[in-house]
């Protein structure tokens, strides 16, 4: 009986699935496409942002990134570039400062 209940639900399943394969029968929206890829971060701008809006030193910039210090030194000395979780995250906190002091407490 539970194989039975079991081909059931996948034949209900794969009978929805083809419907809203063909426009008939809307789904869950379950990936959301963002507009614009995440920014490319220069060695400047990475020390801009660290210096002059968190006045932080790299150790604890480091931290708050969830990185090493010595990613951070790589990306401010021009040998490495933030990828691209790293780079949305340093979008993000660059938009909305008060988020660091959220992550922090």
């Known amino acids: 009986m539970a ?3 079991m ?3 996948l ?3 794969l009978g929805e699935a083809v419907a809203i394969e063909k ?4 789904g869950k929206q379950t990936m959301r496409k963002l507009s614009k890829p ?4 220069t060695k400047t701008a990475i020390k ?3 210096l002059e ?3 932080m030193s790299q150790p604890v910039f480091a ?4 990185v090493k210090t010595a990613t951070v030194r790589a990306w401010e000395q021009g040998q490495r570039t933030p990828d691209g979780a790293a780079s949305r995250l340093l979008e993000v906190l660059s938009k909305d400062q008060s988020i660091a002091d959220k992550l922090a407490s």
Do not use: C, T, Y
């Open 3 to 5: 194989k039975k209940r």
């Open 7 to 9: 081909a059931n639900g």
């Open 11 to 13: 034949l209900k399943s």
């Open 23 to 26: 426009g008939e029968l809307k």
């Open 38 to 41: 995440a920014p490319k971060w």
């Open 48 to 50: 801009k942002l660290r």
């Open 53 to 55: 809006v968190f006045e």
């Open 63 to 66: 931290s708050l990134l969830n």
